[in-house]
């Protein structure tokens, strides 16, 4: 019998889940279909727990219901519950729900496998302190830089995490303006560029040698990598590989199987484009 997964949101009409995940499954012969899920903002529990008892073997988790997921779960793996965020659900034999977080992974491949970027002994910028940023520094950690500076608008939430994150590796808090000295990475996990809008951080954070990774990605280059192409970076490089990675990740946890991403991400470039 085909299995079912979905990606479950609010809105939800606008993800890329179900294209990424059927053409997973097509690549590896995996007997899957996944399609959207709306969930009421006000019954996200509801809405899962219909899901499931219809069949559903797992779920994508997306804005604004990773918390809720969080809370839902029956179990955590590590990093789901360091993340403090959900974006997998899978269905286990008995039953219970079973919580993960693919996003820190998905980054993490995108950056050193898809893009070349060694991560070990460098100097990485995370600007932003919400959801993304803390599901992505365990597996940033893990990769042994020399240090992580996180920066965020609200600079008590950034100190949180440096906080919560300080026995993984050397970590500090700042707010934008007052980021001293370059970086080899700067990742912007904030929501700055859906806005247009670019974090405030001085221009000397980037040297020639910089790579900057946008979170975020579109039609057009973000705000932010224009940004840093202006003030001499190397590398630019958007969020759309984190995107495919992540789900392929989940892909993994689901089915025990890990699909090619390069296929998928350029097929979603090319639709970019058109
Ligand atoms: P949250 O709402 O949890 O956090 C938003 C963060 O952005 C906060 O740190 C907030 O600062 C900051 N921020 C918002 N507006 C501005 C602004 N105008 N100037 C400066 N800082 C701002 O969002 P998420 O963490 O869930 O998502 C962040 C981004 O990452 C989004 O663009 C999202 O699309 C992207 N993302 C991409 C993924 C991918 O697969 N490519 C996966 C997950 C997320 P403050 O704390 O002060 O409010």
């Known amino acids: 019998m085909t299995d079912l997964y979905a990606v479950v949101g609010n809105p939800i009409a606008h993800s890329k889940s179900p294209d990424i995940h059927n053409a997973f499954a097509e690549q590896t012969g995996e007997d899957l ?6 969930a009421p903002l006000d019954d996200f529990e509801g809405e899962v727990a219909r899901f499931l008892e219809h069949g559903g073997s797992g779920l994508n988790v997306t804005v604004p219901f990773k918390e809720n997921a969080f809370r839902l779960a029956d179990s955590l793996t590590a990093r789901a519950q360091r993340a403090q965020a ?43 302190a919400g959801g993304a940023v803390r599901g992505v520094l365990q597996p ?6 020399a240090g992580i500076v996180i920066a ?57 040698n910089t790579t900057t990774y946008d ?32 789900a392929a ?9 890990r699909p090619q991403t390069a296929r998928v991400m350029q097929s979603l470039r090319n639709e970019r484009r058109r």
């Open 33 to 38: 279909f996944y399609k959207t899920l709306l």
């Open 86 to 128: 959900v974006n997998t659900l899978k269905k286990m034999p008995d039953g219970t729900l079973q919580a993960d977080n693919t996003d820190g992974a998905g980054l993490v491949r995108d950056l050193t496998v898809n893009h070349s970027v060694n991560l070990t002994g460098k100097r990485i910028l995370l600007l932003g």
């Open 140 to 145: 940033l950690l893990e990769q042994d830089p």
């Open 152 to 208: 965020n608008r609200t600079v008590s939430k950034a100190e949180t995490l440096a906080k919560d994150f300080a026995d993984l590796g050397r970590i500090s808090a700042s707010g934008f303006a007052e980021v001293e000295g370059s970086f080899d990475l700067i990742i912007n996990g904030t929501s700055a560029s859906l806005a247009g809008e670019l974090p405030p951080i001085p221009v000397s954070v980037v040297h020639q």
């Open 215 to 246: 979170m975020m990605y579109g039609n057009q280059k973000t705000v932010f990598n224009l940004w840093a192409e202006e003030q001499g970076a190397q590398k630019t490089i958007d969020g759309l590989g984190m995107l495919v990675e992540q």
């Open 249 to 257: 990740e989940a892909f993994y946890v689901w089915r025990g199987v």
